[in-house]
Every structure is written in structure tokens, then in C-alpha cells.
């Protein structure tokens, strides 16, 4: 994100804490699609997700005169929304996300597809990235997709910015290992 | 034998930095650290490669997601509405062209800000005097209880592009026989027209078809959602 929209953003959650609704409008169009996103990779329910998003941002509009700039707006947004949807599997049982998690793991086995599939080393990368747990999901999502630095992960997650450099390195390594089981060897770690 | 492990040691915190360095967001100082590293080990460059390979595709896979349904948006106003428009009324001590010239200047380059602003008003002039012309539905977010087959019209409530002239706004709205049926929304939705465009088909099917029109039109509307003719 370029600082000309993270000033933008601060400028819009200025009007938003005042009670303007346009410019709530404004934040919903520029931030909705990338929280949905990080919501959906951590809950694996499209409907859940879309609803969440609307928690969020209805958080955002309550908490607005709240906000003391001492983070960017976007790494604000995925905190509530990471406690959002950490909330929301906590409330499931087990067994319903264990079956929506299955449903979302196609079963390719036998199709021409997955045997062409299984040859192209960057849709196994893309399986194996969604085979990780949601901690390292997370981080992942966090760094490379969010555009997170370090203390921005830290504040997002909760966790000290050395555990946010363990753990990013952790996962990748569990990433490396899924890679390795489905027949890449990458020579590393 | 300090030396080494702290050799080690610098290697390793340069490592964990890989992922970040990729990304672009570490600082200057230790962006040029972890480039100096890579410029001297070879071993460091190749994970490297792999941490960009990872970059790419955790794009790739986050990008293949889709986009929430306008019901998100919808479910979000509608609780706003419930709540109270405005835990203050914003913008009471500025006049309507005050207010509008506010608006674009967040969004256009300051040279760009007062014919932003004299457009947007004559957008809002024309769209008061189409509107005031046409059936003013309730304005709200509605949901249909039965979806027809087909259907002769589809709505969107969109915001224009702040760059866009009252000119290319005309030309838009006449080349595809769309109207502004209301709007704007007054100061709760100031900036919010619904659009009306001539429909002939399954109501996906045509609401699908306008939202790529509108998409593809970006110096003219700036955002646009799907919603149900009053």
C-alpha cells in the first residue's frame, strides 16, 4: 500500500468517527475485497466470510473515533477481522469445520486433470499452501499477500516480532515439507 | 570461533528477512543488508528464488478467491441505517460545494481538485433534475423475495469518477441507455446515484453483463453495486 493511501485511509476514518457515511462507502470499495480474502483463508466458508466482513467494517464504523493512527487503517482492519473470524470457528463444532474443511479439499485422485495438474509444479505449490494449518496460513497470507512488515504481522497477530520471524520461517519450512511429500524437492530445508 | 557463530547467527536473522525482502516491506536499512548478503552467498540467493516462488503463488492463490457478493455491503448499511445514519451530522457547517470539493481533492491530484469538484457539481445538478423527473424508489438496499426469469431493466448504485466531465457522464449514460433514476442520496449518501440500464435477459445474467461494463469504464464510474429496481 503507498503511503498517499494510508494517508487517504486516515483521512476517510476521520470522516467515518465524524459520522460520514460516503466516506465509509469510500473504505468499504477500497479494503473489502482483501479482508474478505483473509477472512475466507481462515474460515474456508464463503457465506461466513461475507458475513464477517460486514462485522468488521460495522466495527470500524463504531470504533472510528477510536482509531489513534499509530497503525496504517489497513493493518487495523485485519486485526478486527483476524479476532473476527478467530471467534467465529471457536463458536463451530469441531465436526462442521472438519467436513467444510474436507469439502474445500478436492478429491482429484483419478481424473486426466490432476495427473496434468500434478506436473505443473506451481499448482502444487498453490495445493500445498492450502494444506497448512491456519496459524500458517496466516502468516503467509500476512507477509506475502498483505503486504505486512514484521511489526505490522506483530500487531495483527499479537505475538513479538522475533516469534512473527520464527514462525514465518516455520511455516515455510512446513510448506517445503508438504512440497517434498508431494513429490517436489525444492533442496531445501 | 565468536566470530563464526556470529557469522551464523547474521546469516540466519538474514534468512528469517528473505520473506519480507521479497515483498518489499523491510526498511531501507535492512533491504540493503539482506541485498549485500545475497550478492555474496550464492546458497542464500537460490532460497531466495524459492521465497519469490512462494510469493508468486500465494498471489496467485489469493487472487484465484473471487470477491464478496454485494449482500456484504448491503447487510453493512443496513446496520449503519439501523444504528442511526450519523452519530453527527458531518459537514453541517459547509456548503454543498465545500463538501464536494473536499470529497474529490482525497482522491484526484491537487491540480485536478476544482475541475473535479465544478464536474462533480454538475453531475448533481443534472442528476436532481433527471431525478426529480423520474419514480424515486425508497432508495434502500432491497432484496427481492422472487427472482423473475427475466427482466427489462437492472439497477447500480454508483459513485463517479471524480476526473470524469458532466460531458462523459451524458455520453456514458446516453450510449447505453441508462438513466439516473435517483440520486443523489442526500447527505447520508451524497455521492450515490442509482443507475437504471435497459435489460432483456436472467437477471444474473444482465446484472453480470453491466457490472463488466461498468468495470470497464473506470474514467467515468468509480464504483459501482448491484441492486434491485424499485
Known amino acids: ?189 | 570461533m565468536n566470530t563464526m557463530s556470529e557469522k551464523a547467527s547474521d546469516r540466519e536473522e538474514i534468512e528469517y528477512l528473505l520473506p519480507w525482502h521479497a515483498a518489499g516491506t523491510l526498511s531501507r536499512r535492512d533491504a540493503e543488508r539482506v541485498e549485500r548478503a545475497l550478492a555474496n552467498d550464492q546458497d542464500l540467493a537460490r532460497r531466495f528464488d524459492l521465497v519469490r516462488e512462494e510469493l508468486s503463488e500465494t498471489i496467485h492463490l489469493n487472487e484465484s478467491l473471487g470477491a464478496p457478493s454485494a449482500r456484504a455491503m448491503e447487510k453493512l448499511f443496513a446496520a449503519i441505517d439501523a444504528e442511526g445514519a450519523y452519530k453527527r451530522k458531518p459537514g453541517l457547517a459547509l456548503d454543498l460545494r465545500t463538501r464536494v470539493a473536499e470529497f474529490f481533492s482525497a482522491f484526484a491530484p491537487r491540480t485536478l481538485a476544482f475541475a473535479s469538484a465544478a464536474a462533480a457539481l454538475v453531475i448533481l445538478l443534472q442528476a436532481g433534475v433527471i431525478g426529480s423527473m423520474v419514480l424515486k424508489g425508497d432508495g434502500g438496499y432491497n432484496t427481492a423475495s422472487i427472482t423473475p426469469a427475466k427482466v427489462d431493466s437492472v439497477d447500480f448504485l454508483v459513485t463517479f469518477a471524480p476526473q470524469a466531465s458532466a460531458d462523459q457522464v451524458s455520453k456514458f449514460l446516453r450510449d447505453r441507455h441508462a438513466t439516473i433514476v435517483d440520486g443523489p442520496k442526500g447527505p447520508a449518501t451524497a455521492m450515490m446515484y442509482r443507475l437504471r440500464f435497459e435489460a432483456n435477459g436472467a437477471p444474473k445474467d444482465e446484472t453480470d453483463r453491466v457490472a463488466k461494463e461498468l468495470q470497464q469504464n473506470r474514467s467515468v464510474i468509480s464504483a459501482e453495486y448491484p441492486t434491485t429496481s424499485n
Open chain 1, 1 to 189: 500500500m503507498s503511503a498517499n493511501q494510508a494517508t487517504s485511509d486516515e483521512v476517510l476514518i476521520g470522516r467515518i468517527a465524524k459520522g460520514d457515511r460516503l466516506a465509509m462507502q469510500v473504505l468499504f470499495a477500497r479494503h473489502h475485497v482483501r479482508v474478505y480474502r483473509f477472512v475466507l483463508r481462515l474460515v474456508g466458508n464463503p457465506t461466513v466470510a461475507e458475513d464477517l466482513i460486514s462485522e468488521v467494517f460495522l466495527d470500524v464504523w463504531r470504533q472510528a473515533d477510536r482509531f489513534e493512527g499509530r497503525s496504517a487503517v489497513s493493518t487495523w482492519m485485519l486485526a478486527i477481522a483476524r479476532f473476527k473470524a478467530l471467534s467465529a470457528l471457536r463458536k463451530k463444532p469441531d465436526e462442521e469445520l472438519d467436513e467444510e474443511t474436507a469439502e474445500t479439499i478436492e478429491d482429484t485422485a483419478d481424473t486426466p486433470e490432476v495427473a496434468l495438474e500434478k506436473k505443473d509444479k506451481s499448482a502444487i505449490l498453490r495445493q500445498c499452501l492450502e494444506k497448512l494449518s491456519p496459524e500458517h496460513k496466516e502468516i503467509i497470507d500476512l507477509v506475502y499477500y498483505h503486504e505486512k512488515s514484521v511489526e505490522e504481522v506483530a500487531e495483527i497477530v499479537g505475538i513479538p516480532e522475533n516469534t512473527v520471524k520464527t514462525r514465518m520461517f516455520y511455516a515455510r519450512k512446513k510448506l517445503a515439507e508438504l512440497l517434498q511429500a508431494a513429490g517436489v524437492e525444492r533442496g531445501w530445508p
